[in-house]
């Protein structure tokens, strides 16, 4: 089901940015991008959403490519506590959330 | 506070016996969802519920059986457990079921079937 592409895993420094690319090809007109993140051993957590424009929030930014086949998560300074497995996501119809593998992120002190 | 509540947190039982686990948000959202993370953490979709009512149904045996008594609660009920239930299930939430909305996830139930 899952219809995006990301890398299987990244390292960063903490106090670093972290840009965590995804590829989605086959996005229509009318799917949603997500991005939600998973702790050891705890639920999924949302991270952001976005349509076309970029978006910010308190967690992280979202950059999307202008024909929308790409985008590109940024957490502006990494902690110890965004290691996590972040899955970008296309809620797409019928309106269902499709988990693909992710990117497992690794936060070095 | 917590928004988006499951009991138990683990559940180890023997194969052939049914069981139930329990979920309950405080969000005052109107749609709950049942998904299903197994032993490669690939996280699935099985149930969908919306004011009540069913809305997603994915290609689940016939032996889960989810129940929503309010908007509050969507219950998950397993008859005749097989060794392959074994899994991590997780709840969530969110207000309506459209794109536009974040769900909200519980800590998950481990369940273990010998």
């Known amino acids: 089901d899952a219809k995006t592409t990301q890398p299987n895993s990244m390292e960063s420094n903490e106090e670093e940015p972290v840009h965590l690319p995804c590829n989605h090809s086959?996005?229509?007109?009318?799917?949603?991008i997500h991005w939600y993140r998973q702790l050891p051993s705890q639920g999924p957590e949302y991270v952001i959403h976005g349509l076309t424009s970029n978006v910010n929030n308190r967690m992280a930014s979202l950059a999307i490519a202008e024909d929308r086949k790409s985008s590109t998560l940024i957490l502006h300074r990494a902690t110890l506590r965004d290691a996590a497995v972040y899955y970008c996501?296309?809620?797409?119809?019928?309106?269902?959330?499709?988990f693909g593998a992710g990117t497992t992120v690794t936060v070095r002190a | 506070d917590t928004a988006v509540s499951q009991t138990p947190k683990y559940l180890v039982t023997q194969m052939g016996n049914d069981k139930s686990i329990k979920c309950e948000q405080n969000l005052g959202h109107d749609t709950m969802y049942w998904y299903k993370q197994d032993s490669k953490k690939f996280l699935k979709i099985m149930f969908s519920y919306n004011n009540k009512e069913l809305i997603i149904n994915e290609t689940v045996p016939n032996r889960f059986s989810p129940k929503s008594p309010d908007k509050a609660h969507l219950n998950l009920h397993i008859n005749s457990l097989e060794l392959g239930d074994s899994a991590v299930y997780f709840c969530?939430?969110?207000?309506?079921?459209?794109?536009?909305?974040?769900?909200?996830f519980g800590p998950g139930t481990r369940l273990t079937v010998l």
């Open positions: 996501i296309l809620f797409t119809l019928p309106y269902k959330l499709s």
């Open positions: 086959t996005i229509s007109g009318t799917d949603y």
């Open positions: 969530a939430s969110s207000q309506g079921g459209g794109p536009d909305n974040e769900q909200f």
